[in-house]
């Protein structure tokens, strides 16, 4: 099974590899850090592990990165003499791993083909393997286990999306699932989900969402005046925040802020798509509907600001929780179209009311805790206008709303913790 498993990713490779290098060499955006994933490192980027005993955590892309911030803090306070490192699959969640200073070196993770992950167990030299969320890579988990490395999964969670795929291949998933030590799993639901697909159930247990514990930085009570400064935003003017949007949200966020704008003059949109590189196609479908844009990453002379009924379109990364304390009023995407939605807390940790859709099976435990506490609202494709405009002409509910959401967050952390009882076992720490 294994032999097949590797050819296949060896065919993928043969195809894939040589078509990076030709984007490469003709300008256009490739796969970065192919060395990094066939396991190759620079000596000198190894250093820094020398001597160290090594806690590895892989986080797939941007939000299992920010999810895996307090754990990682966790980690830098319980362990300090421990290396720890941080892969990432996409380049965006490396982006932003890269500014976490918890963290001692920042890889790709590599392609999950058994001599490939091989040599990485080898220059790496794991005590401990972290997985956020459900990234169950074959060759890892065997190789690992063979070596004596223990792996646990963190904030783990089976989605409606992948669920029937795990059912189809679970003879197969019953194997892999027994190469992890411990299940740290984020509810009930999920962990009964992972028993039915073969997980030893003595080794399952419920610690609850890490993104209950994401640290908001000062955020909360960093000044408005001085953000909507930087971002050049009216200090009079009503913000809305649309983030993480995707096609087909943002055709109807265009109707919805279009027709406010008839009904006030002080209103500004702020949109920010999930994946920046639609940015310059979405700025077209902007002018060509009419809108005035500013990109985020073109400076505006200074003294210069946004005017309502512009719109200022987010094209950098890193930004989006601080724009949500800028704001009146946010919308998180992902959840008007079947994505699954995004993580609507980064809304609530700095005291704003938000809105989501009804296609949020991702975060579906989030979503109805934070609509039964009153700090947020889900609406629909014919809803979304209606409610964005009582909000907006409500500025208490707006307040009660934000300071829900904040206490929705004190009532459900602790999940850092009980997951950092876990690591502690398996370290013996």
């Not at 490739?30 to 980027?45: H, K, N, T, V």
């Not at 995407?333 to 609507?344: M, Q």
Request: charged share 20%.
């Amino acid at each position: 099974m294994f032999l097949l498993y590797d050819l296949i990713w060896v065919v993928a490779a043969l195809c894939l590899i040589p078509w990076y290098g030709i984007k490469r060499a003709l300008g256009l955006k490739s796969r970065e850090g192919i060395r990094e994933r066939l396991g190759i490192y620079q000596a000198d980027r190894l250093k820094v592990l020398q001597g160290r005993r090594v806690i590895w955590l892989h986080a797939v892309s941007v939000g299992e990165t920010k999810a895996a911030v307090p754990l990682l803090r966790a980690l830098r306070n319980s362990f300090p003499e421990h290396a720890l490192v941080l892969s990432n699959t996409t380049e965006t969640g490396h982006s932003i791993a890269c500014d976490i200073k918890e963290i001692d070196l920042c890889l790709y993770f590599p392609f999950d083909m058994s001599w490939v992950v091989h040599r990485v167990l080898r220059c790496l030299q794991p005590e401990l393997i972290l997985i956020v969320e459900t990234e169950l890579w074959p060759n890892l988990a065997r190789l690992a286990c063979r070596a004596g490395i223990p792996m646990v999964l963190v904030n783990g969670r089976i989605s409606d999306r992948s669920l029937p795929r795990y059912q189809i291949a679970k003879p197969l998933l019953r194997r892999l699932l027994c190469h992890f030590s411990h299940f740290c799993m984020q509810s009930r639901e999920d962990a009964q989900r992972l028993l039915k697909l073969g997980a030893p159930g003595d080794r399952v247990m419920v610690t609850g969402n890490l993104k209950f514990d994401m640290p908001a930085d000062g955020l909360a009570e960093m000044d408005m005046e001085a953000l909507r400064q930087e971002f050049r935003l009216p200090a009079e003017s009503l913000v809305w925040v649309a983030g993480s949007t995707h096609p087909g949200e943002e055709e109807l966020l265009m109707e919805v802020y279009a027709d406010l704008c008839t009904q006030r003059s002080d209103l500004i949109l702020v949109l920010a798509p999930r994946h920046i590189e639609r940015c310059p196609a979405l700025q077209t479908v902007l002018h060509e509907r009419g809108f005035s844009v500013l990109l985020r990453s073109n400076p505006i002379d200074q003294g210069d600001i946004l005017q309502p009924g512009q719109i200022l379109l987010v094209d950098t990364l890193g930004e989006l929780v601080s724009l949500y304390r800028a704001a009146n009023l946010v919308f998180v995407g992902g959840s008007l179209v079947p994505i699954g939605g995004h993580n609507v807390l980064e809304a609530a940790m700095v005291g704003k009311p938000a809105l989501f859709g009804p296609h949020m099976e991702n975060f579906r435990e989030i979503a109805r805790l934070l609509a039964a506490g009153g700090g947020g609202i889900q609406i629909d494709q014919q809803s979304l206008g209606a409610v964005v405009a009582e909000l907006l002409n409500d500025p208490q509910r707006r307040s009660v709303m934000g300071r829900a959401g904040m206490e929705l967050l004190k009532l459900h952390a602790g999940a850092t913790e009980r997951t950092l009882a876990v690591i502690r076992q398996v370290v013996g720490h």
